[in-house]
């Protein structure tokens, strides 16, 4: 009997031993997260997304707000794993994200919906290591009754008739890609030289600048009558003025405008990586999409989502435009960073940010 009761106490610690060594974290798979953590722009996800995400899974999502892209990079290069389960970048950190080993690789296999984003839009080393959330032209519009001039190029937003006329988007990367190319440079250019002349343009440009930021608001309104923006907020802009908007999307012939792309990536060491393949399964549903794209009216690089989106997305002014061909992307320019950031600092301090 003795013998007996000895047995049966070795095989359950045996049993419990072995579920000890066995059970993992909450983000590694074989237990269900409770919670996500995310790092992303603010205003850029319906709150309605995210409610039906936490009724349908029963994951609390927990939303933290960059100010700028380098917030994410600096969070991402000091091991966000540890706060963070998804955070979202742009393309031109991309390529010294994954050589850093900053990323986790993702099993596509987790995201099936995956295979609705155009695959023009998502090269195939990044498909390794993001997922594309939505795109954005960045742009010239301009009031057709109020605005002084009629703007045909990027140099046109320097001339003496603009001051005080414009609001436009910020950083560094949005920036100087338009300085360099009406300068005629490469917009990704990595020679101090022509960086340096373009913060020179730039100068120029804040003379005429009266806000950074979401400027939308701000051109409704009269305050302005030109911004550098994205689509989105174009659309945003188009929308509340009417029947009677007067907005149109400078008719740009030579200068290409830049195309964007916002992206998810699970950072390495992530706690919730379950949750967060939910998660990004769930974002790239068509129909999900569609119905976030109300809120967010920007260009999105998920074909069917786009298809399943309403009339009024897909045939609003903010996108009806010919130039869609003239575009640039930005590009990781590696340790030149370092210089656009010295000089973008030095732009801060002429504009007294």
Not at 162 to 188: C, E, T
Not at 221 to 227: C, E, K, P, R, V
Not at 309 to 334: C, L, M, T, W
Request: charged share 25%; with cysteine; glycine share 6%.
């Amino acid at each position: 009997m003795k013998k007996k009761l000895l047995a049966m106490i070795l095989a359950l610690a045996l049993v419990a031993a072995l579920a000890a060594c066995g059970g993992k974290d909450a983000g590694s798979g074989d237990s269900e997260s409770k919670e996500l953590n995310i790092f992303m722009w603010s205003d850029y996800i319906s709150d309605e997304t995210i409610a039906d995400f936490e009724k349908e899974f029963g994951v609390k999502v927990n939303l933290s707000y960059m100010n700028d892209n380098a917030d994410s990079v600096n969070k991402l290069t000091a091991g966000a794993g540890d706060e963070y389960d998804l955070i979202m970048t742009c393309d031109a950190y991309m390529e010294s994200l994954i050589k850093g080993g900053f990323l986790e690789e993702l099993d596509l296999s987790q995201i099936p919906n995956s295979e609705n984003i155009n695959k023009a839009y998502w090269s195939e080393e990044n498909q390794k290591y993001c997922i594309p959330y939505l795109m954005n032209y960045i742009y010239v519009v301009y009031d057709t009754e109020r605005c002084p001039i009629e703007i045909t190029c990027y140099n046109d937003l320097i001339k003496p008739e603009m001051k005080g006329q414009i609001g436009s988007v910020d950083g560094a990367r949005n920036l100087f890609p338009i300085a360099l190319i009406a300068l005629g440079y490469d917009p990704n250019s990595t020679e101090e030289k022509e960086i340096a002349e373009a913060y020179e343009w730039l100068k120029k440009y804040n003379a005429n600048v009266v806000a950074y930021g979401s400027t939308e608001t701000n051109i409704v309104n009269g305050t302005i009558s030109a911004m550098l923006t994205y689509d989105g907020n174009t659309a945003e802009a188009m929308a509340a003025m009417g029947d009677k908007n007067t907005l149109t999307v400078a008719p740009f012939t030579k200068d290409p405008v830049q195309l964007g792309f916002d992206l998810y990536v699970i950072p390495k060491g992530a706690k919730h990586t379950d949750a967060a393949y939910k998660f990004l399964n769930y974002i790239t549903d068509p129909e999900v999409m569609a119905k976030n794209l109300v809120e967010n009216p920007y260009s999105c690089p998920n074909d069917a989502a786009v298809a399943a989106a309403s009339e009024e997305y897909r045939n609003g002014p903010a996108f009806d435009f010919d130039y869609k061909e003239n575009i640039f992307f930005q590009k990781d320019v590696g340790d030149a960073i370092k210089i656009y950031d010295k000089y973008y600092q030095k732009l801060k301090v002429d504009t007294g940010e």
